[in-house]
C-alpha cells in the first residue's frame, strides 16, 4: 500500500497541472480563429460579428447609416478587396491568361477528339451507297439522341432529304458540305454572341452569373474573368455566393491569378443582395470596365431561392445596369437543361449560354436546342478543367469541330 500511494499522488498532481493549461489553450486556439470585439490600435484585422476577419490595408469603413434599396440593410456588412494574403490564401503569382484566339483553336481541337455521335453518325449514314427510309429513320433518331430536340430534328431531317434528293449523285465531300451547311443553319450564326462587357459613360458593365448547384458558376466566373483580362479588360468580381462553404475564399483565388480584386463578406449567411449591392458600388468608385457577380447554385423549383436571385438583380439596377444574366448549364444534363433554362429565363432575363463540358458528352446538339427554345445564344462553351478552356462560341468553329 505504502508502495501504490506515491504513484496515486503523482497521477493526481498530474491531472491538476493539466486542468490548468486546459484554459490556456482553449484561449490560444480562440485568439487564432475569433478576433475579440475590441482590438490594440495596431492590429491590422478589424473584428466581424461572429469572428472571423478580413485584412483592412486602406479600406474604407462602411457607414452605418447607408442603406441598400429594396430593403436590403448594410449595415454591418463587411467587404474588402482581397489582397494576396487574405482569408488564409496563399500568395499567387500573377498569371498572364492565354489570348481568345489561342483558345479557340485549342478548344476547337479538343472538340475534333472528342466523342460526339452528331457529326460523326451523320457523316457515316449519309455516305452509305443508298439512303432509304431506314437510313432517314437513323439519322432521325441519331439527332434526337444528341440532344437536337424534336422540332430542330424534324427541320434538319426535312432539309437533308430535299438536298439528297436534287444532289442524286454523292460524293463524301459533297456529303460533308449539305451537312455542314445545315448544322450551321440551325446553330445560327446570325446570332449575337458578343457579351457586353463594354464601360458605360459613368458606370461599369454589370455581368449575374447564375445556374443550378454543381454547374461550376464559380469556375466560370473566374475563367471569364481570364477571358475578360487578356482583353485588357478592368475587372471586379462579388462573390454574391454566401451559403456555400469557401465559395468566396475560390472565387478570390481565380481573381489573384490574374490580378483582378474580389469584394465578399466574411459573415457567413450574408444577404447575397448586400454584397452584390457593395461590389456594383466598388466598381463604380473605382471605375472599373466590368463588375462580375457569382450566385449561389439553387435549383429552378425552388420557389423561394429564385424570389431571392431576382432580389439580388433589382438591387444591383438601383445603382447600375445589368448588361449580361450568364446562365451557367451543364452540356451532359441534356434535356434536363431546358427546363434549368426556362425558369431561370423567368425569373432574371437570361441575354446568354455558358455551356461546360461539352468534350465529356455526345450531346453536341444541345446547343440547338436551347437557342431554339429560349432565343438565347450559347456565348461562351467550356471543353476542359484548365484554367483557360474557356471561350467565345463561334458557330462555324463549333460544326467543324463535330464533322472533323
Same mark, same amino acid.
Not at 352 to 368: C, F, N, P, Q, Y
Given at each position: 500500500m505504502n508502495d501504490i500511494l506515491p504513484i496515486i499522488l503523482a497521477i493526481?498532481?498530474?491531472?491538476?497541472?493539466?486542468?490548468?493549461?486546459?484554459?490556456?489553450?482553449?484561449?490560444?486556439?480562440?485568439?487564432?480563429?475569433k478576433y475579440p470585439g475590441t482590438r490594440d490600435a495596431n492590429d491590422p484585422v %478589424?473584428? $466581424?460579428?461572429?469572428?472571423?476577419?478580413? @485584412?483592412?490595408?486602406?479600406?474604407? #469603413?462602411?457607414?452605418?447609416?447607408? &442603406?441598400a434599396p429594396g430593403g436590403v440593410d448594410l449595415e454591418g456588412l463587411e467587404t474588402a478587396e482581397v489582397p494576396d494574403d487574405a482569408a488564409g490564401l496563399e500568395t499567387i503569382a500573377v498569371e498572364t491568361p492565354l489570348p481568345v484566339?489561342?483558345?479557340?483553336?485549342?478548344?476547337? %481541337?479538343? $472538340?475534333?477528339?472528342?466523342?460526339?455521335? @452528331?457529326?460523326?453518325?451523320?457523316? #457515316?449514314?449519309?455516305?452509305?451507297? &443508298?439512303?432509304?427510309?431506314?437510313?432517314?429513320d437513323e439519322v432521325?433518331?441519331?439527332?434526337?439522341?444528341?440532344?437536337?430536340?424534336?422540332?430542330?430534328?424534324?427541320?434538319?431531317?426535312?432539309?437533308?432529304?430535299?438536298?439528297?434528293?436534287v444532289l442524286g449523285t454523292r460524293t463524301p465531300e459533297q456529303v460533308k458540305a449539305l451537312l455542314r451547311e445545315e448544322l450551321?443553319?440551325?446553330?445560327?450564326?446570325?446570332?449575337?454572341?458578343?457579351?457586353?462587357?463594354?464601360r458605360h459613360a459613368d458606370k461599369p458593365a454589370v455581368m449575374m452569373v447564375v445556374g443550378v448547384n454543381g454547374v461550376g458558376k464559380t469556375t466560370t466566373v473566374g475563367k471569364l474573368a481570364r477571358v475578360l483580362v487578356a482583353e485588357d479588360k478592368d475587372v471586379l468580381l462579388?462573390?454574391?455566393?454566401?451559403?456555400?462553404?469557401?465559395?468566396?475564399?475560390?472565387?478570390?483565388?481565380?481573381?489573384?491569378?490574374?490580378?483582378?480584386?474580389?469584394v465578399k463578406s466574411d459573415v457567413d449567411g450574408a444577404d447575397p443582395a448586400s454584397v452584390a449591392?457593395?461590389?456594383v458600388k466598388s466598381g463604380i468608385d473605382q471605375e472599373v470596365d466590368v463588375v462580375m457577380i457569382d450566385t449561389a447554385g439553387r435549383l429552378q423549383n425552388k420557389v423561394g431561392l429564385m424570389d431571392e436571385l431576382g432580389k439580388v438583380k433589382r438591387v444591383i439596377e438601383k445603382l447600375a445596369e445589368v448588361d449580361e444574366v450568364l446562365l451557367v448549364l451543364d452540356a451532359t444534363t441534356g434535356q434536363n437543361g431546358l427546363?434549368?433554362?426556362?425558369?431561370?429565363?423567368?425569373v432574371v432575363n437570361i441575354t446568354g449560354i455558358v455551356l461546360t463540358k461539352l468534350d465529356g458528352t455526345a450531346k453536341g446538339g444541345i446547343v440547338v436546342a436551347i437557342q431554339k427554345t429560349l432565343g438565347v445564344p450559347v456565348k461562351l462553351i467550356g471543353l476542359g478543367e484548365g484554367a483557360d478552356d474557356l471561350a467565345p462560341f463561334d458557330a462555324e468553329s463549333f460544326v467543324d469541330a463535330l464533322l472533323n
Amino acid at each position: 500500500m505504502n508502495d501504490i500511494l506515491p504513484i496515486i499522488l503523482a497521477i493526481l498532481a498530474a491531472l491538476v497541472v493539466i486542468g490548468g493549461l486546459i484554459p490556456v489553450l482553449l484561449k490560444t486556439r480562440r485568439n487564432i480563429t475569433k478576433y475579440p470585439g475590441t482590438r490594440d490600435a495596431n492590429d491590422p484585422v %478589424e473584428p $466581424l460579428r461572429g469572428g472571423g476577419g478580413t @485584412l483592412v490595408e486602406d479600406r474604407p #469603413a462602411v457607414t452605418p447609416e447607408r &442603406k441598400a434599396p429594396g430593403g436590403v440593410d448594410l449595415e454591418g456588412l463587411e467587404t474588402a478587396e482581397v489582397p494576396d494574403d487574405a482569408a488564409g490564401l496563399e500568395t499567387i503569382a500573377v498569371e498572364t491568361p492565354l489570348p481568345v484566339a489561342g483558345r479557340l483553336t485549342r478548344l476547337r %481541337e479538343r $472538340l475534333v477528339r472528342s466523342n460526339n455521335i @452528331l457529326g460523326k453518325g451523320l457523316l #457515316a449514314l449519309l455516305s452509305s451507297d &443508298k439512303i432509304d427510309e431506314d437510313v432517314w429513320d437513323e439519322v432521325e433518331e441519331t439527332l434526337l439522341l444528341a440532344d437536337l430536340g424534336t422540332e430542330p430534328t424534324m427541320q434538319l431531317v426535312d432539309a437533308l432529304r430535299e438536298r439528297v434528293k436534287v444532289l442524286g449523285t454523292r460524293t463524301p465531300e459533297q456529303v460533308k458540305a449539305l451537312l455542314r451547311e445545315e448544322l450551321i443553319k440551325l446553330v445560327d450564326p446570325t446570332m449575337d454572341r458578343s457579351l457586353r462587357t463594354d464601360r458605360h459613360a459613368d458606370k461599369p458593365a454589370v455581368m449575374m452569373v447564375v445556374g443550378v448547384n454543381g454547374v461550376g458558376k464559380t469556375t466560370t466566373v473566374g475563367k471569364l474573368a481570364r477571358v475578360l483580362v487578356a482583353e485588357d479588360k478592368d475587372v471586379l468580381l462579388g462573390a454574391a455566393d454566401t451559403f456555400r462553404a469557401a465559395a468566396a475564399e475560390q472565387l478570390a483565388t481565380w481573381g489573384q491569378r490574374v490580378g483582378v480584386p474580389t469584394v465578399k463578406s466574411d459573415v457567413d449567411g450574408a444577404d447575397p443582395a448586400s454584397v452584390a449591392y457593395e461590389a456594383v458600388k466598388s466598381g463604380i468608385d473605382q471605375e472599373v470596365d466590368v463588375v462580375m457577380i457569382d450566385t449561389a447554385g439553387r435549383l429552378q423549383n425552388k420557389v423561394g431561392l429564385m424570389d431571392e436571385l431576382g432580389k439580388v438583380k433589382r438591387v444591383i439596377e438601383k445603382l447600375a445596369e445589368v448588361d449580361e444574366v450568364l446562365l451557367v448549364l451543364d452540356a451532359t444534363t441534356g434535356q434536363n437543361g431546358l427546363n434549368q433554362a426556362r425558369v431561370f429565363s423567368e425569373v432574371v432575363n437570361i441575354t446568354g449560354i455558358v455551356l461546360t463540358k461539352l468534350d465529356g458528352t455526345a450531346k453536341g446538339g444541345i446547343v440547338v436546342a436551347i437557342q431554339k427554345t429560349l432565343g438565347v445564344p450559347v456565348k461562351l462553351i467550356g471543353l476542359g478543367e484548365g484554367a483557360d478552356d474557356l471561350a467565345p462560341f463561334d458557330a462555324e468553329s463549333f460544326v467543324d469541330a463535330l464533322l472533323n
